[in-house]
C-alpha cells in the first residue's frame, strides 16, 4: 500500500486511544489542531502586550 509500519502503528494507538475515552480519532485530532493554534495565538498577544 506504501504506507510506512510506523504510521500504520500511531494510527492504530490513536484509534484505541480515542475509542478508550469515547470519542473518535479526528475528534480529538481537531480538539489538539486548535489547542496548538489558540496557544500560537496566546503567544502572539503576549508579546503584543510587552510593547
Known amino acids: 500500500m506504501g504506507i510506512a ?3 500504520l ?3 492504530r494507538a490513536e ?4 475509542e478508550c475515552q469515547g470519542r473518535t480519532r479526528q475528534s480529538i485530532r481537531a480538539e489538539q489542531e ?3 493554534r489558540l496557544r500560537r ?3 502572539v498577544l503576549k508579546q503584543e502586550c510587552d510593547f
Open 15 to 18: 484509534q484505541q486511544q480515542a
Open 41 to 43: 495565538e496566546n503567544a
Open 5 to 7: 509500519d510506523h504510521l
Open 9 to 11: 502503528y500511531r494510527w
Open 34 to 36: 486548535e489547542l496548538a
